[in-house]
């Protein structure tokens, strides 16, 4: 059995909207856990990381510094847990307190590619590479033999730039395949029957990368894994989120032949793998696998998310004390607003809480720049929507009316705790940021009607567009940029017509990008990002910024932003799913030509409008 990608729910409830969330919750994974168990005399249950950041419970823990045990392990421990991994999320309050309620743990945490950087370790994993579980299996029968399971954990080597604040000159990171493919004989000396590669990834390309951040794929075709338990990509497999492909059956839920399951995110589904195993020549093998995803709620009639399964009281006894205190958090004022904050058009439109926080991250770097040598230098804003459905459904949108705003409502708007850091970019730069930002967008065919608009796997969080920059988007052309950040197109150019405070911008001018330190040292691979291109970084998190700015003012507004436009395509109209509260705020996005369709809302309950380019 597998959660993954947990990230801190413990409880079924959404502290954004400060509201009930039948789609997550440990404490309702945990019903399924337990009925899993009463099916077979003989199992394991596994976590693949990113469990301890993602909510306000999980973020109110680490800020508050509390030494008491942590409800998110306790409640682990009470479930049974025989092993774990990290995911790259659980690094972003820092090494220290990584480890510190890590020890808290009754179960092996393993990582077998994340090394020391410095000190007598340098060189040597920071945790177990892998685990050797001793079990004894009892058969239909009700003989006893025992076997031996190895356990290894991987996780992204992007790890080390997306936490590079917290992680570097701490850690290093190496390949996910390569790392596997050096510990497997080892684990086999050792006796391993079977190989589990508890990995923190998705199914990506079928052939090895160096550095391949999706490397379910490669993995499976190492000789010496048996089994893949997958993360990252808060997407289900078994199931129909992913095509057949090379290697790939979501139908019987294997890459390559062997079985594996990714279990959604937030405790949304039981990643399960039926094993049926035989002893042939002196050791265990498989004789056959049914991997499944077992969810935690369905969708009944008019859309409505109904729980399927109860909230296991032990969980419910060991969260409640950090739920209160993470909902006192929450409700706390912090000042008032004269707009509605949503982000219902963020991909057509600038969105008022992405151009709130850019004024926020501008104003900070531009004071700390004003009495220095870039102090002539244009200071421009990169931000993106967090919250804007896609993946995370319909209800995942910011929606913070005007008049009070609320802790909660900032943590909306900025959910992880990244600082606000400065690059100095060219002209020729920026307008590849936004080449970057502009893969979200489908290639659209002149002439056609309503072509989807959106790439659905394109992460939201890399939407990143410019304050005070306006340009065209010339959909008609292909992405220059791939999914990884990668130089897809070379001569493909899809943005237009670029200024900068109203004049065009030279290629070789030079501007000053506000940004997330999580952007800055190199997360989504934009031009101009880096370690080295750092110029200002005072240390100031993007949420304390945002208290001070609204402690600052009585009544905070959202400047406006140029934004972009997209090119007449005549003939052509695209379609675009938003969610339903969109219907309250059209008078936004006056000037774009939508219609919303017959058909209501889709099957996922997203409301969908046609727009005619």
């Not at 405790?267 to 049914?290: C, E, K, N, P």
């Not at 058009?345 to 870039?374: I, M, N, Y």
Request: proline share 9%; charged share 15%; glycine share 10%.
């Amino acid at each position: 059995m597998e959660t993954t990608d947990l990230h801190g729910h413990l409880l079924p409830y959404d502290y954004h909207a400060d509201r009930p969330l039948p789609t997550a919750g440990l404490s309702r994974t945990a019903s399924l856990i337990a009925a899993a168990r009463a099916e077979a005399p003989n199992t394991l249950l596994f976590d693949n990381g990113d469990v301890l950041q993602g909510s306000a419970l999980a973020d109110h823990l680490a800020a508050s510094g509390a030494a008491a045990r942590h409800p998110i392990i306790a409640a682990m421990n009470l479930l049974g847990y025989d092993a774990a991994t990290v995911g790259n999320h659980d690094f972003n309050h820092g090494l220290p307190y990584l480890r510190r309620v890590l020890s808290e743990a009754a179960f092996p945490v393993v990582c077998a590619n994340l090394l020391a950087a410095d000190g007598a370790q340098a060189g040597q994993p920071l945790f177990p590479p892998y685990v050797l579980l001793d079990r004894v299996l009892t058969d239909g029968a009700g003989h006893r033999a025992p076997i031996r399971i190895g356990v290894i954990g991987l996780l992204p080597p992007q790890t080390l730039i997306w936490d590079h604040a917290h992680l570097a000159g701490r850690a290093i990171t190496r390949d996910i395949t390569e790392t596997a493919a050096a510990c497997l004989p080892g684990l086999r000396a050792a006796g391993a029957d079977l190989v589990i590669a508890l990995a923190h990834t998705g199914i990506g390309a079928p052939d090895h990368q160096p550095g391949q951040e999706d490397a379910a794929l490669p993995l499976a075709r190492l000789r010496g894994i048996d089994v893949l338990l997958l993360g990252h990509r808060h997407r289900v497999f078994p199931g129909p989120d992913f095509p057949p492909g090379e290697g790939v059956d979501p139908q019987r839920g294997t890459l390559y032949g062997k079985p594996a399951v990714m279990a959604g995110f937030a405790g949304s589904h039981l990643g399960l793998i039926d094993l049926v195993l035989d002893r042939r020549d002196g050791r265990w093998q498989i004789a056959a696998a049914q991997p499944e995803a077992r969810p935690i709620f369905r969708r009944g009639a008019e859309h409505c998310i109904r729980p399927t399964v109860a909230d296991a009281p032990g969980v419910l006894a060991l969260a409640a004390p950090a739920h209160a205190a993470a909902l006192a958090d929450i409700r706390r004022p912090v000042g008032r607003c004269a707009v509605t904050l949503h982000s219902y058009f963020a991909p057509l439109a600038p969105a008022p809480g992405v151009s709130l926080v850019a004024e926020v991250q501008r104003a900070h770097v531009a004071r700390l720049l004003a009495r220095g040598p870039l102090a002539g230098l244009p200071v421009l804003a990169a931000t993106a929507p967090f919250r804007c459905g896609g993946r995370s459904g319909s209800e995942a949108f910011t929606d913070i009316p005007a008049g009070s705003v609320l802790r909660r409502h900032l943590a909306d708007l900025s959910p992880f705790p990244n600082t606000i850091q400065a690059l100095r970019l060219t002209g020729a730069e920026l307008a590849d940021w936004l080449e970057r930002a502009a893969g979200l967008f489908a290639r659209i065919t002149p002439g056609q009607p309503d072509q989807p608009l959106i790439l659905r796997d394109f992460p939201i969080y890399n939407f990143d567009m410019i304050s005070d920059a306006s340009f065209a988007i010339d959909l008609s052309q292909p992405a220059r940029f791939g999914p990884a950040g990668e130089l897809a197109e070379p001569g493909a150019h899809r943005i237009r017509d670029l200024r900068v405070l109203g004049r065009p911008l030279d290629p070789l001018a030079e501007v000053i990008i506000a940004t997330n330190s999580y952007r800055a040292a190199g997360g989504g691979q934009f031009a101009g990002t880096g370690p080295d291109r750092i110029v200002a970084d005072a240390g100031l998190g993007i949420e304390a910024a945002l208290i001070a700015h609204f402690a600052a003012t009585d009544c905070v507004t959202t400047p406006a932003q140029p934004g972009w436009r997209f090119c007449p395509m005549p003939g052509t109209s695209v379609l675009f799913d938003t969610g339903p509260g969109a219907r309250d705020h059209l008078h936004d996005v006056a000037g774009l030509n939508l219609s919303p369709l017959a058909l209501g809302l889709t099957a996922e309950g997203f409301l969908r409008y046609r727009l005619t380019l």
